[in-house]
């Protein structure tokens, strides 16, 4: 453990110019928690808020994940939070193939160095990367119809728990989706870790 080469990597990312989003973010999101967590929450890319205070999850999507973090018996400080994107896209647009490509390589040194044993994907971009990167692509599809499973497999350092999720902003714009996303987080608190 280094804890200076996550901070070196902070550094990194928070002057990064590799894409266009360089040049409109406020502030990056390299992502923050522990360092040795067992859970990594992923999501998609920063919003407005996060923009504004270089923290992940700090909006009203952020709210929403701290309810349901709580339902799964987990805190903030003992996992780590991060995204597949650092900087926010304009208008809160999808990140586009590029971007990931030239970004992910930080979330992959946070995964190396993190080692977690469970990955929550947040959202269809999450799960994309996260199941490809850790050869699970056949078993790829639409958040709808993946979503509280658990994909059980190898990675460099040992066994890794794959789980998608809906992203929690999805309960923003459709409340009906609360229960089903309590029920994945309720799922994940069972999760041996
Ligand atoms: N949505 C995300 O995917 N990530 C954040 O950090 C905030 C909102």
């Given at each position: 453990?280094?804890?200076?080469?996550?901070?070196?990597?902070?550094?990194?990312?928070?002057?990064?110019?590799?894409?266009?989003?360089?040049?409109?973010?406020?502030?990056?999101?390299?992502?923050?928690?522990?360092?040795?967590?067992?859970?990594?929450?992923?999501?998609?890319?920063?919003?407005?808020?996060?923009?504004?205070?270089?923290?992940?999850?700090?909006?009203?999507?952020?709210?929403?994940?701290?309810?349901?973090?709580?339902?799964?018996?987990?805190?903030?400080?003992?996992?780590?939070?991060?995204?597949?994107?650092?900087c926010r896209p304009?208008?809160?647009?999808?990140?586009?193939?590029?971007?990931?490509?030239?970004?992910?390589?930080?979330?992959?040194?946070?995964?190396?160095?993190?080692?977690?044993?469970?990955?929550?994907?947040?959202?269809?971009?999450?799960?994309?990367?996260?199941?490809?990167?850790?050869?699970?692509?056949?078993?790829?599809?639409?958040?709808?119809?993946?979503?509280?499973?658990?994909?059980?497999?190898?990675?460099?350092?040992?066994?890794?728990?794959?789980?998608?999720?809906?992203?929690?902003?999805?309960?923003?714009?459709?409340i009906n989706k609360?229960?089903?996303?309590?029920?994945?987080?309720?799922?994940?608190?069972?999760?041996?870790?």
């Amino acid at each position: 453990m280094d804890p200076e080469y996550i901070q070196k990597l902070n550094q990194t990312i928070c002057q990064c110019q590799r894409c266009p989003l360089g040049k409109t973010r406020t502030k990056a999101v390299p992502g923050e928690g522990s360092l040795e967590a067992k859970v990594m929450c992923i999501g998609e890319a920063p919003g407005a808020s996060e923009d504004k205070e270089g923290r992940p999850f700090c909006g009203r999507a952020g709210g929403v994940l701290d309810e349901m973090l709580a339902l799964a018996g987990l805190t903030r400080q003992e996992i780590f939070i991060g995204n597949i994107l650092k900087c926010r896209p304009p208008d809160n647009r999808n990140p586009h193939d590029e971007e990931i490509a030239l970004c992910t390589p930080y979330l992959d040194a946070q995964i190396e160095y993190i080692k977690p044993k469970v990955i929550c994907c947040l959202g269809n971009f999450s799960t994309g990367y996260i199941m490809r990167k850790f050869g699970l692509a056949a078993k790829v599809q639409g958040i709808t119809k993946i979503h509280g499973n658990i994909f059980i497999t190898t990675s460099p350092y040992g066994k890794i728990k794959i789980m998608p999720i809906f992203h929690p902003a999805v309960v923003t714009y459709d409340i009906n989706k609360k229960p089903v996303l309590a029920n994945d987080f309720r799922i994940l608190k069972n999760i041996p870790k």
